[in-house]
Every structure is written in structure tokens, then in C-alpha cells.
RNA sequence: GCGCCUGUAGCUCAACGGAAGAGCAACGGCCUUCUAAGCCGUAGGUUGAAGGUUCGAGUCCUUCCAGGCGUACCA
């Protein structure tokens, strides 16, 4: 059996004798437009040199209807074509659910192209922040999308776990260390890290055997340093892993140094000449590349920069076989974008094979006013705090409703008050109800195939389309690395149900009928269940 | 100054260049029945402004206006 979609591009193309058009297929918003809808009238109007209206009415005419497939073909508007699905391709759609079951919803665009995602990749000096927790929903759940969609992805944290924040961070320990055991002569570095967490760190803290208080080495600083790294890194992942996210790998800037990674690099992008000193710094041309100047690798006083060991990351990314690079940054990285893609093109990877997404900020609104955040103060909400408030389900939830790329208002109030009234819950309750009505057949004795061609209800047939979607609303989130259409999509999955359990009584006296109404709400569980899963949320049985 | 993001219903936000939507809040109804965390109904709009491209613009281009973020030999 084909693909509806294949189909009707097949039908239409022979219509067109040999016009090499691709004929693209959309869901209308509008029911009434039918289940899916073509421009290619538009589109062919100014070759034919002929109206819209005109090409539709002839496309229209010349398709065969199969009634295997469409109950109806027709033009509408100014030129669309619409196509209505058959009961009889919708029963057979809803059969099919219940047997690829977690499999239903799957596609092959991605063609088993590897791919890397590497998001949160927070500083290990302390605990996440609430932008880390977006980054983390929508990283993990394009994750599981873009495995949906045929493509191999693995996701990555990075772990900026050297450099002079790690002695900064040391040092602040070792101050709070010295505070705590009343040791004299150790001030608390100005622009130390401030928060609570430090005290906590430090009181696990023991120094060096060697430690001469009156004249701190920066084997000190660094031993310390890398004591409250490991601290942060583990509860980092703890908190991510109550957010449902498990890193496929955690991958450490130390390691590029030890393997000295980011002096290969340096050395590539220096014999092909894109590299110069100025002021005993060495620069990299990026403003080749239109990054607006160029970039410091090396320091004055011969340090890498931050820049450099993450050029020779994403080299490694590149040596590893990945294919495709998919990064998610804060907002404040935007300004990093271009030197990094100067930078990897300087490597010679075509611009294609590496998106940046910038997961943008999150408003805390607490008592209807906008919560402060300086982490310099060390007054922070942070992610732990997040999932205490509001949970993991509705966190993840509500960030994954909301496009990356838009500025987002989280409500903490609102979030915990409404909890009842969260959609999540609505999506969920959904699932939870057809849990029930199972139960309840079960105790009632209905079992058995259903026969499909019972259902006639107008409600049954609404959720049959609404499940036809699904498919395609899982590829245009592949496709655009985007989330918010499942949620929409589940919203609106939820609602059709709700309504058709209201209409109408699955289990009744009549066994035959129970049957196969019970089997239509099974295939609207499995796709449930398959786009919570998606997004990392669960799919409770009760509620 | 320059760069990036945003501006759509009272609020939070959707809408591959295709035919303006949802949830919440408001108002009015529906539980001897498989979960009322549900359903039905009412109301709500010059898509920040003005031009342009297009058969067609919330979407693309230009110029404004407003809010946010960034603009390191920090990470």
C-alpha cells in the first residue's frame, strides 16, 4: 500500500505529462479545505501562461479519484486543490497504527546521516540555570526527533573544565574553604563565584598535602578548582537526568588540551596563512568569512583562548565521523556564531554541515514580576529549583511549546496554581483515559480484531484524520528542527479524543462495536504516547 | 553606534510565502453512564507603523517605532 502522499503526487504528475514540477502537499488549517492541499496551480500558472483556477479545474478533472484513497478532489479559492481522504484509507490507516504501534510516525529523511547535538554544555562552576533547562528540553527532544526521522544523532555536553575559570573557581573555594576553618589571610576573590553552593563544596574540601596558606601556587587553585568541577559536573547530571535528558557523551576541554587537540588546529589554520600576530597575540582571519573581526586564539601571554580548544572540539566532532553538527547556545553566544563557522569552514567543512540554534532567554515571573538573576550576586533560580516548583513533565512541556528562537515568559506562579489547567495535563489525560477505558473492557470482556467498518461516527472519523497528521507533523519538525507543532498537534490529538469520548460510549453492550471503537482509541494511545515521547514526557496510565 | 531575537485576541503563544488559530482568563450550559484534569456554547483582531516584491505577506525586502540580549587577549 503507498503512501497517500505518494499517491496523489503520482496521480498528479501524470496529469501534468512530463511538467517537472515538485508538488508539494500541505495540511490545511481550515477542515473544510479537506485533509491535504496543493499550490501547484499557483505555482505552474506562469509557465502555462493560463489562471490558477483554470490549471486547477484541469488537474482536477483529469485525476482519477481511487477510492482506496481520496472520496473527493476539488478545486477551491483562487486556484488550491483539495483532497479529501476515503473512510476506507482511514480505517485502514487506523489498523496500521495498531500494528507499527512505536514505529508509527517514523520517517527516512535523515537516510542514517550521523548526526551531533551538543547542547546545555554549561560551565562547570556551578548549578544550571534556567536557560540550561530550555536548552536541555529542546536538545534532547530534537534528539529523539531527529531518530524519528532516520537520522543518527548522539548528543554531547561540553565541559569547559580548564582555563582561568577553573582557578578562579578553585580560588573561591579555597577562600570559603579558609573562612569556614577560620584560616587568617585569605580574601575572597573579587570576582569570585559567590553562591551558596561554594560553602557546600568547600566544606567536602580538602586542600593539598603541600598547601602553604601563606602563598597559593595555581597547583592550589587548580587542585581545588577541579575538586568543585567534579562536584558541579555530578550534580549537573543528576539534574538532567531527572529532566529525562542523558547525555550520549560528555566530552571534556581538558582532554583536548591533554591530547593537544587545539595545537593541531592552531597549526592547520597557520599553514594555510589564516592566522597572524599582532601585539604577541595570534589572531584568526575570520572577518574572511564576514565574522565582523578577527578572533584571538592564542593570548598575549600564550594561552588559548575559550575560542581555540572548541575549534579543535568541533574538528573532533568532524573526526569522529558526524556529519552533520548541531549546536544550541544561549543567548548570549550569538556573537560567537560567525567566528565559529569562519573557523570551520577555514577547516574546509561546507556551512551546511554545522546549524547553530539559540535557544533564547527565559523570564522568571514570580508575583507577577520579572525574578533578577545575577550569577556574579550568586542569585540565581536554578534549574533544580525549576523542577521542584513545577515538575518534570509540565517544565519540559512548556519550553518545548515555544520556538527556540522566541524570548519566553515562564510563570512560575501561574505554572503551580494551574497545574490542573496546564495543557500537559490535558495531553496526558487523554492517554490516561484511554488507559482506563481499557481497563474497564478488559473487566468487561471485550476483546478480539476489531471490524473497522463499524465505526461511522462523524467524531471517530475526526480523530482518524487528526492521526493521518501525525506523520507529517513529525517530519516538519525534523526538517525545521522544531518542537512546537507536536505539542500543538498533541493539544489538538487530545481534544478530538476528548470529544469523541464524549459523544460516544466505547464499551457498551454491543461486544462487536466495543471492539472496534476500543481499537480506535488504542491507535490514538500509541500515537500519544509516541509524541510524548518525542518530547520527553511522560504517559501516565492513571491519573 | 553595530549585530541578533521579539512585537498576532485581555494574558501566554501557534500558523513549510497559501485560505488568520489554540490554550488560559471572561460569560452561559452539561456528571444515576468507560476518569468533569472532560465536553458544548458566547465573546474577543487594522498581525507595532509605513512602503515594496508576489496571483497571494503575520511570514520575504526597505525604513521607522517599542522591548530584550550581545558587542573581551571572559567563558
Redesign the pocket.
Known amino acids: 500500500m503507498k503512501n497517500i502522499k505518494e499517491h496523489i503526487q503520482e496521480a498528479i504528475s501524470s496529469s501534468l505529462a512530463g511538467l517537472d514540477v515538485k508538488i ?1 502537499l ?1 495540511n ?3 477542515p473544510e ?2 485533509d491535504l ?1 496543493t ?1 501547484i496551480a ?2 505552474l ?2 509557465r502555462l501562461k493560463s489562471s ?1 483556477r483554470k490549471i486547477a479545474e484541469e488537474i482536477c478533472r483529469a485525476f482519477k479519484v481511487d477510492s482506496d484513497y481520496l472520496e473527493r478532489v476539488e478545486t ?5 486543490i ?1 483532497f479529501t481522504f476515503s473512510r476506507a484509507y482511514l480505517l485502514r490507516l487506523a489498523a496500521e497504527i495498531l500494528t507499527a504501534g512505536e514505529n508509527y510516525g517514523r520517517c527516512d529523511i535523515g537516510k542514517g546521516k550521523r548526526v551531533n547535538l551538543e547542547f546545555v554544555s554549561a ?1 562547570p562552576t556551578g548549578p544550571l540555570n534556567i536557560v540550561s533547562a530550555r536548552a536541555a528540553a529542546l536538545g534532547d527532544s530534537l534528539k529523539r526527533i531527529l531518530n524519528a526521522c532516520g537520522y543518527r544523532a548522539e548528543s554531547e555536553f561540553y565541559v ?1 573544565d ?4 577553573i582557578e578562579k573557581l578553585g580560588e573561591s573555594v579555597i577562600a570559603r574553604y579558609a573562612e569556614l576553618n577560620s584560616i587568617e589571610g585569605i580574601e575572597f576573590p573579587e570576582d569570585g563565584y559567590k553562591g551558596e553552593y561554594i560553602y557546600r563544596i568547600a566544606k567536602k574540601y580538602t586542600p593539598t598535602q603541600t598547601v602553604n596558606w601563606n602563598k597559593l601556587t595555581e597547583q592550589d587553585r587548580n587542585h581545588a578548582g577541579l575538586f568543585a568541577v567534579r562536584d558541579n559536573i555530578k550534580f549537573q547530571d543528576y539534574i538532567l537526568r531527572r529532566f529525562s535528558v542523558i547525555f550520549d557523551r560528555w566530552y571534556f ?1 581538558s582532554l583536548v588540551r591533554v591530547y593537544k587537540k587545539h595545537i593541531e588546529v592552531s597549526y592547520a589554520l597557520m599553514n594555510k596563512g589564516l592566522t597572524f600576530e ?4 595570534t589572531y584568526f582571519k575570520s572577518t574572511i568569512w564576514g565574522d ?2 578577527d ?2 586564539l592564542w ?3 600564550g ?1 588559548p ?3 581555540l580548544p572548541d575549534i579543535a572540539y568541533h574538528q573532533d566532532k568532524y573526526d569522529r565521523d558526524f556529519e552533520w553538527l548541531i549546536d544550541i547556545w544561549g ?6 556564531i560567525p567566528r565559529m563557522k569562519a573557523a570551520l569552514q577555514a577547516l574546509e567543512h561546507p556551512p551546511e554541515t554545522f546549524t547553530v540554534i ?1 535557544a ?2 527565559v523570564n522568571l515571573i514570580r508575583g507577577g514580576e520579572k525574578v533578577t538573576m545575577s550569577k556574579r550576586a550568586g542569585e540565581m533560580v536554578t534549574m533544580d529549583d525549576l523542577l521542584e516548583e513545577v515538575g518534570v513533565d509540565a517544565a519540559r512541556f512548556f519550553f518545548l ?3 527556540a ?5 515562564f ?1 512560575l506562579d ?1 505554572a503551580v496554581k ?4 496546564n ?1 500537559v ?2 495531553v496526558q ?1 487523554a492517554h ?2 484511554i ?3 481499557e ?3 478488559e473487566g468487561e470482556g471485550v476483546s478480539g480484531e476489531p471490524d473497522w467498518d463499524l465505526l461511522k461516527e462523524k467524531e471517530a472519523f475526526d480523530l482518524m484524520r487528526k492521526l493521518a497528521q501525525y506523520p507529517m507533523v513529525v517530519e ?1 519538525c525534523g526538517r ?1 528542527l ?1 518542537t ?2 507536536i505539542t ?1 498537534y498533541l ?2 490529538l ?2 478530538s479524543f ?2 469523541f ?7 457498551t453492550g454491543d461486544k462487536e462495536l466495543s471492539a472496534a471503537r476500543l481499537g480506535l482509541c488504542r491507535a490514538v494511545k500509541i500515537v500519544l504516547f509516541n509524541g510524548l515521547d518525542l518530547l520527553g514526557v511522560s504517559a ?4
Do not use: W
Not at 162 to 165: H, V
Not at 331 to 336: A, I, L, S, T, V
Not at 405 to 409: G, I, M, N, P
Not at 418 to 421: K, R, S
Open positions: 508539494g500541505e490545511p488549517r481550515n479545505h479537506g492541499s499550490n499557483f505555482l500558472a506562469k490558477p477551491a479559492g483562487a486556484g488550491f483539495n560551565n569547559n580548564a582555563g582561568m575559570q576541554e599582532k601585539d604577541g597575540a565582523d573581526e578572533r584571538v593570548t598575549s601571554d594561552r583562548t575559550y575560542f543567548p548570549d553566544h550569538h556573537g560567537y539559540i533564547q532567554q511549546q515555544r520556538k528562537s522566541a524570548h519566553l515568559d510563570d501561574l494551574e497545574t490542573e489547567e495543557p495535563f490535558y489525560y490516561a483515559r488507559c482506563s477505558i481497563r474497564f473492557a516538519s525545521n522544531e512546537p507543532r500543538m493539544g489538538e487530545a481534544y476528548h470529544r469520548y464524549q459523544k460516544h460510549r466505547v464499551v501516565p496510565e492513571r491519573m
